[in-house]
């Protein structure tokens, strides 16, 4: 089955620097990859997703970028503030859609203010 | 819309007491999900249901874990025996998916299992 591998665990940062997080997965045939933030205590709500046929999305401060030869897709989080400070999971499924993602391990961003 | 609404926030137990989780969906969802987070193991998804029906209940840890969903706003995830390695965050979550719909996992504020 698949396998997410998520670096880094834990991630601090300045306010105002950049934050990237990487995974990487294990099955090729993998083609949506969503990204959660959880805060503490609450519930996973989606980001940003991407699906397979593009290489990279953007929202706001907020970018995804995939890499279907490597098999590794990244996080970017620019202009960091004290309020993104949460934890992070990647996912991926073979199904196109939320059906059946493998969730990363998740990665603890703390930004400093 | 209210969101996917879980119950209880919290249960406390006593290992051999049996125990139901409950959820209902966000109206209109066709699929839902029931996962696991424990900082062991992190996300795990323990089975999903689509149209009520259960498609992949492979995530489910053994038997005395069993999930239904009788109608397409409420489903139950028991556990019977409990036992304190069950302890973890439940969560609940709904989608909608089909061909030409592909909506992102909705999750719920999850019910945190303490098993004593």
């Known amino acids: 089955g698949e396998n997410v591998e998520q670096h880094p665990s834990t991630l601090s940062v300045q306010e105002g620097d950049s934050a990237v997080i990487k995974c990487t997965y294990s099955d090729s045939a993998s083609n949506y990859f969503p990204w959660y933030k959880q805060e503490l205590g609450k519930r996973p709500q989606l980001i940003i997703d991407?699906?397979?046929?593009?290489g990279e999305k953007k929202d706001q401060r907020i970018a995804v970028t995939l890499n279907k030869t490597a098999k590794h897709f990244s996080l970017h989080i620019t202009e960091t503030q004290p309020e993104d400070s949460a934890v992070y999971f990647c996912?991926?499924?073979?199904?196109?859609?939320?059906?059946?993602?493998?969730f990363g391990s998740g990665t603890q961003l703390t930004v400093l203010p | 819309d209210a969101g996917v609404i879980q119950s209880p926030r919290h249960e406390v137990t006593e290992m051999g007491q049996e125990v139901t989780l409950r959820c209902k969906p966000i109206?209109?969802?066709?699929?839902l999900f029931w996962y696991r987070q424990t900082m062991m193991r992190g996300l795990e998804l323990l089975i999903y249901f689509n149209n009520n029906v259960p498609i992949d209940d492979s995530g489910m840890p053994e038997d005395r874990f069993s999930a239904k969903m009788p109608n397409a706003s409420f489903s139950t995830l028991k556990i019977q025996p409990s036992e304190p390695r069950d302890s973890a965050v439940y969560f609940c979550?709904?989608?909608?998916?089909?061909?030409?719909?592909?909506?992102?996992?909705?999750f719920g504020n999850g019910t945190r299992l303490t098993v004593t």
């Open positions: 991407i699906r397979s046929n593009v």
């Open positions: 109206s209109g969802h066709n699929s």
């Open positions: 996912a991926a499924s073979t199904s196109g859609s939320a059906r059946q993602l493998t």
């Open positions: 979550a709904s989608s909608l998916l089909g061909p030409g719909d592909n909506s992102p996992l909705h």
